[in-house]
């Protein structure tokens, strides 16, 4: 694996700014819900680009900007006309309105292409870095970071910079802005800043991103990176300037995973490198799934381990709840197998193991017992239970027959109602409060 | 560089076929070929059109754009596959076969986003199309690299080729078509059911889930079948636009799954046209175009929702309401020998008209036979006053109403009133005036 | 005629406002999609005053309050905020929308929501001070949220919610609110802070619109009550307004004749001008 400042400074550089500058915007859009905004201004900007291209006479990038960046106002703008005339939902308005874009774009650069000018469609559609190969680069980096070299950055660069520098500005410029827009609306527009115009603002910044991107990585793949960096970082944390940050290192993170991954892993292989701009799609990709399993707030992983630590206390407060209540009956020890039944389907001998390590029952052969801790936090369960019954039936109306199973579910919520008594409606006494509730297992 | 860029737009072919040419193709006489590839592909544009109605209703209209995308990965994997298994990599059923994989995959994949974890259905479905595509694409560089002779044709899933497809591609085109036609028929109803008020549906005993996820697999499979003809791209195209042309054409749910498919189906038949007698016009976009015409004449001409016919029917209704207004004030001043010209100038100075409307009155009353002469001496008709009593007698009821029985302020009668008297039906008249007197109060009449 | 909510001919003109009521609505009607949901609303309000709106659901309740903030467009009629136009009154109006109308999941933290109050002070494009977020918090311990400042609020419960949207609009430093059934699905506790809030803001000369789902506390919560349905059918004081009778007209229906005349209006394509 070679790092070599010809073929692969530039193209990465790009990539990585262009990255960037979608991955930031990205992050707007997807609390919003305008994702698929995004995805409508990508695929009709294309006939802005032609169209520019075809007045211009040639690939001014200049003229181009221009082109499409009219043509995403104008995706924008006949997207809500279309929904107010016709009353149409907006999806379907923006599928209609990109499709039949992106058809004119693709109808008008055959004709260009007719003209034996060099204006490909797939090079739009995913980008094609590898033009941006520098093949008079200096072998050594002291010689990259000379001052002259710099004339020779390709103007897709400098352009990837200069949108990427506007981005940065108004986002951090108008950050309170745009965060209360996307949140509240209305109460935006009440308090003065009008919610349709920061809505126009962010849909030109995403124009322009997504024109100064195309080279790099082409138009319809711009849309991964401006959903997957912020879908992945919005998995991570619900901070949004944290999410930022963090879906800033993922675009990073997808744009050199991606350009490492097309261009050197292949070379291992020896096959010739695959395109770098889907390769980026897919780290993408792959960087979402791993914090949708992962993630330590919203994984699927952790989400699961908690159900199983919640499932395991639940467990314990009904095993020593149902130790506690053989107890009553004058049974001390209970055997195992007959706890096993009333506790069923679930297995009863991991509850048993954790709760002798912490001392709160013993084993006398086959039989289970409360130890004197353990009948305080067995105490505690039935009263929790017994006192929730008492509550449902003298607050809440319920026959007492009924409140078993609800009280079965609110004893191990931990919190008790605010009521006190000395028998529940079924006659039991309730055991008095303890010092301390903190003797409950797991709190 | 090029001269004169600009001019060059307007050329749109570079060699016009004659006008046999054109007749042949359209006939489907230009030889079996075109024929099987036309007549595949308007069934496509049918089954699409169809189908796509419920997808429109569900609210799913941009999934169906990431299912699209995402059978690109399994076309290049199953050519990868193919060849290397030593078939030839062209096999179609293969490579559609592969591209419902994914495109099954790509469906599972946003299902599961939804479900486990806290992203919309917009960002998902984002997801699912940039990530497949980009997979597709990765796979496509590959084989282009590898085995350049097959990367041309799998390109052609991309954007469409019908001028490439063979008899045989287009019957497989075809009878998936028709089949899944056949399964919206049969399933009519619990579609219905389920687009309209999937909650009452679900009362009735039927599987919303299954339903959405027939829903679904049919625009997999119509998307599959489409893929020769329009490419990925623009399947979506013929999934949304022909049942959004199709609403503005009625408000009944059948009707619109036949129009919808009769637009997509034509938009189809000439687009396939268009491209066998311009082979180097990319097909799908040509289609996709016609749909979008057929769209954009929705938009403005159709009467039922369209955007002229509304426009027109506020005019009418306005002339009509100040057609009323004059009659009513011919009544009131009991001008029965009057002069239009004098009522229309009263009336016109009263309600503040502007200056265009009142020969527009004048002629809409004469044309109803409410007033008759010419020139100078233009007299209401017996008929223009019945109708102005008619209007003043509602007028004064709905004031008693609003006054006597709704609490209006009494300077904002007027208004009100204004607002209802002209839309009233016999059954609210005689509704109200049975009101009135239950609650005893004067119902007016007005002297013949 | 004007171009927005012209006079409809039949209306006298307006009669003057004093510039003393800090909400006067005059002949407002309001339309969606041809279908008038209020229909010459006439309204002055007392002010300082705790004003509670109620009637049936679909009366209008919720289009009212939208409708003089300008986040609904009126078919016509007009209103005033101290004798001025919204634009220039802004400043003093407050607005606690619904909690339905946000998306809970957002990552902002209480402290950020209550902060949003403040923004119409900042102005644009500059950033929260530590003054600014020093007033949203002391705006939070109103609430009895100061210790949630730093959580997210979707680990907040709904009457938490409810207070943070309550500090938000505290932090606003109107003179006037609107608020949108703030007592909707709250705890008892935080029913009793959010009615401890109201009346800290009536002590000071604050007006308070409140769109209330609650008949049973209306007459302990507010001194002045609007009952609507689609019209104004009684408003003024508690006492004087609040009767069998009214109620009765309000909720049981005697206005079903002007429904169907809406109704009708809606299925013709007439523009409720």
Known sequence: MSFSYAQDLFPLTAAVLAALVCGILGNFLVLRRLSLMGDAISHSVLPGLVVAFLIAGSRSTGAM??????????????????????????????????????????????????????????????????????????????????????????????????????????????????????????LSTSLGFHAGALHVVLMVLVAIATVASFEAVGSILVIAMLICPAATARLLTDRLGTQIAVSVGVAIASAV?????????????????????????????????????????????????????VAKRVLVDDMLAALYRQRERGEQGVPIARLQSILAPRPVNPAIASTAREGLVERAGDDIALTATGEQAAAAVIRSHRLWETYLVEEAGLASDHVHTTAAQLEHVGINPPIDAARDPHGKPVPRAAAEDSTRPGR | MIDAPLASLGQVVDQWPTVAEVIAVLTLRSGFNTTVVTIGTTLFGLAAGVIGVFALLRKRA??????????????????????????????????????AVTAAVGAACLQAILRYTRLHEDAASGIVLSVGFGAGIVVLSYVQANMPAGAAGLKGFIYGQTAAMGARDAVFMGVTAVISILIVVAMLKELSLVSFNDAFARVGGIRVGLVDFGVMVLVVVVTVAGLQAVGLLLVVAMLIIPPVAARFWTERLWLMVVLAGVIGGMSGYLGASVSALLPRKPAGAVIVLLAGAIFALSLLFAPARGVIAAAVRRVRLRIQIAADHALESAFESRDAESDLAVVLQRVAAQRGWPRWLTPIIRSALRR???????????????????????????????????????????????WSVDQVEHVLSGQLIAELEGELIAKGIAVPRVPA | MTPRSPTPAGLSALPEHSADSPLSVHAMTVAYHRKPVLWDVDYDATPGKLIAIVGPNGAGKSTFIKACLGLVPMASGSVEFWGQAYRKARRRVGYVPQRESVDWDFPVSALDVACMGRYRAIGWCRPVSKAHRQAALECLDRVGMADFAHRQINQLSGGQQQRVFL???????????????????????????????????????????????????????????????????????????????NLHKTYGGRLTLLAEAAEAIARTDRPVR
């Open chain 1, 65 to 186: 900007l221009v082109g499409a960046t009219l043509a995403g106002i104008a995706t924008v703008a006949l997207v809500e006309l279309v929904k107010r005339l016709g009353r149409v939902e907006p999806g379907a308005a923006m599928g209609v309105v990109f499709s039949i874009l992106f058809a004119t774009g693709v109808l008008l650069i055959e004709r260009a292409s007719v003209r034996q000018v060099d204006l490909d469609a797939d090079c739009v559609l995913h980008g094609q870095l590898e033009t941006l190969a520098w093949y008079d680069a200096p072998a050594t980096l002291a010689g990259v970071l000379d001052m002259q070299t710099l004339a020779a950055v390709p103007v897709q660069i400098t352009t990837l910079a200069a949108t990427l520098m506007l981005v940065v500005i108004c986002t951090v410029v108008l950050f309170k802005e745009l965060r209360l827009a996307a949140f509240d609306g209305a």
């Open chain 1, 257 to 309: 995973g991606g350009y490492v991954g097309a261009t050197l892993v292949p070379g291992v292989f020896g096959l010739d490198s695959v395109n770098a701009a889907g390769s980026m799609t897919v780290v993408a990709g792959g960087l979402l799934l791993a914090a949708a399993v992962l993630s330590p707030s919203h994984g699927v992983l952790a989400a699961g381990l908690r159900r199983r630590q």
């Open chain 2, 62 to 99: 941009m999934v169906t754009d990431a299912l699209s995308h995402a059978t690109l990965p399994g076309i290049g994997l199953a050519f990868v596959i193919a060849v290397a298994l030593g078939e030839t990599g062209k096999s179609l059923p293969i490579l559609l076969l592969g591209a």
């Open chain 2, 368 to 414: 109803r036979g409410f007033a008759h002469g010419s020139g100078a001496a233009i007299l209401i008709t017996g008929a223009g006053l019945e109708r102005g009593a008619e209007v003043c007698r509602n007028h004064a009821l709905w004031t008693q109403y609003l006054v006597g029985y709704a609490d209006v302020a009494t300077n904002h009668v007027d």
């Open chain 3, 167 to 245: 500090a938000r609009a505290l932090a606003q430093e109107a003179d006037l609110y609107f608020m949108d059934e703030p007592f909707a699905g709250v705890d008892a506790s935080t029913e009793q802070a959010i009615v401890g809030v109201l009346r800290e803001l009536r002590e000071s000369g604050c007006t308070v619109v409140v769109v209330h789902h609650d008949l049973q506390t209306v007459e302990q919560y507010f001194d002045d009550v609007i009952l609507l349905n689609m019209r104004i059918v009684a408003s003024g004081p508690v006492a004087d307004v609040f009767t069998q009778d």
